[in-house]
């Protein structure tokens, strides 16, 4: 049996990437599996299809993180088709980088609303439908803990706000026996910073292990954090990112 079998959970931002990745993962483990998308539509199905393929069942929602409404819709939605929730992934992130002194308001905003207010909306949505044992898992960055380049300072500035959001949650849920922790990715070999990119041979310069992470490697950290091996886990923060903060 796998680990998590009879679960039901949630990723936001589920489409590409390390939300896909994600998505797979949480499928293979047992879980039946929602995921919100923007654009991406053929993408989101594709994901769907590998999930029920995996004998599961898989829904694509199309949500806007930056919409309020948008976002406890989609939790509804999933809650509604999967008929419950045990486990939320908080994924769905953007990233928009210039100096600070020419910063466009509208980005900046953007950034706030999609890197850090979704994230606590969804959460608020989720809270009504997780009992004992839920979980939610937040993706930030290592760039909350280490700035690179002095255009990510806005970026990185919504990553390190969710470490606080975590702690605050991990105390405000506890006593229900569900657990909150982030996981903060390094350089991950995706379409927004593919491993063959300008600036890869720097990103993986920073390393001692030389190299970036595949997306099947965060997602093995939400796996665990979603496990029942897990349990005791709550309010931390898991760094994986080739060890650029040694």
């Known amino acids: 049996m796998t680990k998590l079998a009879g679960k039901r959970a949630l990723v ?3 489409s590409r990437g390390i939300g ?7 499928a293979r483990e047992g879980a039946d599996v929602a995921l919100t998308f923007q654009h991406a539509s053929e993408q989101a199905n594709s994901v769907v299809q590998s999930i ?3 004998g599961r069942r898989g829904i694509a929602i199309k949500a806007d993180s930056a919409d309020p409404v948008a976002i406890k819709r989609a939790v509804d939605e999933a809650a509604g088709a999967l008929g419950g929730l045990d486990i939320l992934v908080n994924n769905a ?3 928009l980088y210039n100096t600070i002194a020419d910063f466009k308001l509208e980005d ?4 706030l609303a999609v890197n850090v207010r979704a994230p606590v909306l969804a959460t608020q949505a989720a809270i009504p439908y997780l009992t004992a044992g839920g979980r939610v898992i937040t993706i930030g960055s290592a ?7 002095a255009t990510g300072t806005v970026y990185y500035m919504t990553k390190s706000a969710l470490q606080s959001f975590t702690r605050g949650l991990a105390q405000e849920l506890g006593s229900k026996d569900i657990t909150a922790n982030l996981i903060q990715p390094g350089s991950t070999d995706t379409d927004m910073n ?3 990119g300008e600036y890869a041979d720097f990103q993986r310069s920073l390393t001692p292990l030389g190299r970036y992470a595949t997306p099947a490697d965060i997602a093995a950290a939400v796996t665990f954090l979603a496990s029942p091996a897990a349990r005791h886990i709550t309010g931390t923060v898991i760094t994986v990112d080739g060890g650029m903060l040694t």
Do not use: C, F, K
């Not at 760039?143 to 380049?149: E, H, L, P, S």
């Open 194 to 196: 593919p491993a063959d």
């Open 20 to 26: 896909a990745a994600i998505a797979g993962a949480l």
């Open 12 to 14: 936001t931002g589920g």
């Open 52 to 54: 029920e393929h995996l």
């Open 93 to 95: 992130a953007i990233a």
């Open 108 to 111: 900046i905003d953007a950034l």
């Open 143 to 149: 760039g909350a803990d280490r700035i690179v380049g």
